[in-house]
């Protein structure tokens, strides 16, 4: 019976053994704690959308960064009002993690590193001339990823905006005044598609920028631009490339048009590439060092690489991520210079 009851303890302890990774809580297989760390994202899209793939966010950043040999007991996701607010937010160290545009990382790059540059899937339509993308629309994609995209400026179903469509159609320069005469809805001033880009595309063709402008609005979001585009009251919208992809359904269902985006809309604008957006951490953070920041870089770029972390970034559009450069956002900073902003 002593020798049976031996033999029962020694293959319990051996389980034991065995099982004790498995068995350990994340703080104990994890060499170092983060108590937390918050992460902001910008509202270039609809603010539930970002929420919605919030607890997916956590999960799978604190899986990964257990990998990495970091325990992160709490993970916040954050949606800023606006570009400058995440900025900010990085720049106090109020936000250890900032996914934003490249522009909002020049204007703040002093107080945070960039890390990482977004890809995206490559375009069906790759031309500097705005009649070749209403001529092969719908825009589709390729199996391409790349590191930047295009800002189109759009026109509507408005008298206008329709009149400015039939004459790139037909192969006729656009003039300044008549461009002045155009309601124009832009992002604010950090946006790169929103706002920057085609204020160079202006000071390149007219000499001018979005601030020589009569009539502009400035708009929250590109959903609040496309709503201003359907209901005519603008009659331009500055977007990046690939934005009616995602805003054809909610054309007629949301939006209230009978005809679909791409009939009813029209390229009469293309800028030069814009460097994709980053992936940035706080400088003034209080828990980041070289090591959490080497740790963060290496969980986005496993997350990116699988189905799920892709899925979760599809409010982006976001294919993964590659080790970002500094060097690759200088068009950003001279488009800054060209429209005065700093």
């Given amino acids: 019976m002593r020798k049976y009851a031996s033999v029962v303890v020694a293959i319990f302890l051996c389980i034991t053994m065995l099982m004790g990774c498995s068995c350990s809580s994340p703080s104990q297989r994890a060499e170092k704690s983060v108590q937390k760390l918050t992460i902001g ?40 009002s606006s570009y400058e607010m995440v900025g900010r937010k990085l720049a106090i160290g109020d936000i250890d993690i900032g996914f934003v545009p490249g522009a909002t990382y020049v204007l703040y790059e002093e107080y945070c590193d960039v890390i990482l540059t977004a890809l995206r899937r490559g375009l069906s339509i790759e031309s500097d001339e705005p009649r070749v993308w209403n001529d ?26 329709q009149a400015m469509a039939a004459k790139v159609n037909n192969g006729e320069a656009l003039s300044w005044e008549e461009l002045n005469l155009l309601r124009w809805g832009v992002m604010n ?91 940035c951490v706080s ?44 060097e690759d956002y200088e068009p950003i900073r001279a488009a800054r210079e060209v429209n005065n902003i700093k």
């Fill in 41 to 80: 994202f910008v509202k270039s899209v609809d603010e539930e959308e970002i929420l919605n793939a919030s607890e997916t966010i956590k999960n799978l950043f604190k899986k990964e960064m257990i990998k990495q040999g970091y325990y992160v007991r709490d993970v916040v996701v954050e949606v800023g």
């Fill in 136 to 161: 092969n629309t719908p825009t589709g994609t390729t199996d391409k990823t790349v590191t930047y995209y295009r800002a189109l400026i759009l026109a509507g179903p408005s008298v206008r905006g």
């Fill in 189 to 279: 001033s950090t946006s790169p598609a929103g706002y920057l880009y085609p204020s160079l595309w202006l000071k390149e063709k007219y000499n001018k920028k979005i601030t020589a402008l009569k009539y502009v609005t400035e708009v929250d979001t590109y959903s609040t631009a496309f709503e201003g585009l359907a209901s005519e009251a603008l009659d331009v919208i500055c977007i990046y490339a690939d934005a009616r992809r995602d805003f054809e359904g909610r054309w007629r269902s949301e939006f209230g048009r009978s005809y679909n985006i791409w009939d009813e809309t029209a390229v009469i604008g293309v800028t030069s590439g814009i460097y994709n957006d980053t992936v």
């Fill in 283 to 326: 400088k003034t953070s209080p828990v980041m060092d070289e090591a959490l920041k080497e740790a963060i870089k290496r969980a986005f770029i496993n997350i990116g690489e699988t189905e799920e972390g892709k899925k979760m970034m599809s409010f982006y559009r976001h294919e993964g991520y590659v080790e970002a450069d500094p």
